[in-house]
């Protein structure tokens, strides 16, 4: 299965509106949904939210559980930085720099 690629601000728009509901579900006033950040994709997610603190109402379990739905489903666009370090890569420094050439 393929999984719609989306920006940073879009994936957090979902998030925010699956979380909210089960805040406002639960009573929780005080969780907050994590900004989703780019990394490498080892088991093809290439996203990840920060790990939230445990609390009495559960949010942290029901979060990670919405991280596991929605990573099947959505992939986040390669960050700018990403992209302009693969374009723009120094290239690789000869062996023989450094050494004496006789000048």
């Not at 406002?24 to 920060?50: E, L, M």
């Not at 559980?65 to 992209?83: C, F, H, I, N, S």
């Amino acid at each position: 299965m393929s999984r719609i690629v989306i920006e940073r601000q879009e994936l957090y728009a979902l998030l925010e509106e699956r979380f909210r509901e089960h805040r406002s579900a639960n009573g929780c006033q005080v969780c907050k949904t994590p900004f989703p950040f780019y990394c490498d994709a080892a088991n093809g997610v290439n996203w990840r939210v920060a790990v939230l603190p445990p609390c009495e109402r559960s949010c942290r379990t029901m979060l990670a559980g919405l991280v596991d739905e929605m990573a099947k489903r959505y992939q986040l666009t390669a960050p700018l930085w990403r992209t302009y370090h693969r374009q723009f890569a120094a290239p690789a420094i000869p062996a023989t720099a450094g050494t004496a050439t006789g000048d």
